[in-house]
């Protein structure tokens, strides 16, 4: 299962992925779920061996984004 990071703006979320393109990682902007209630209409999906060194060097960067979580429906 894929990680999906959500962004304030378009501008956060294109510099994401360039930083997760030069971090080596798998990583692919793709429209962010209804549901995050992100300001931004896009976000960054990440293979999950790469989420720490993606977000890691995203908080050193300085890019804000926070980390999607499905909501869960049932039991």
Not at 3 to 12: A, E, G, K, S, Y
Not at 43 to 61: H, M, N, S
């Amino acid at each position: 299962m894929t990680v999906i990071l959500t962004f304030d703006t378009t501008h956060h979320a294109l510099w994401a992925e360039q930083i997760a393109i030069d971090c080596g990682a798998g990583a692919q902007v793709i429209p962010a779920p209804a549901d995050a209630q992100a300001k931004c209409d896009l976000a960054l999906e990440i293979l999950p061996e790469d989420v720490t060194r993606v977000t890691d060097a995203l908080v050193k960067a300085g890019v804000v984004f926070r980390r999607y979580s499905r909501a869960r429906t049932g039991s």
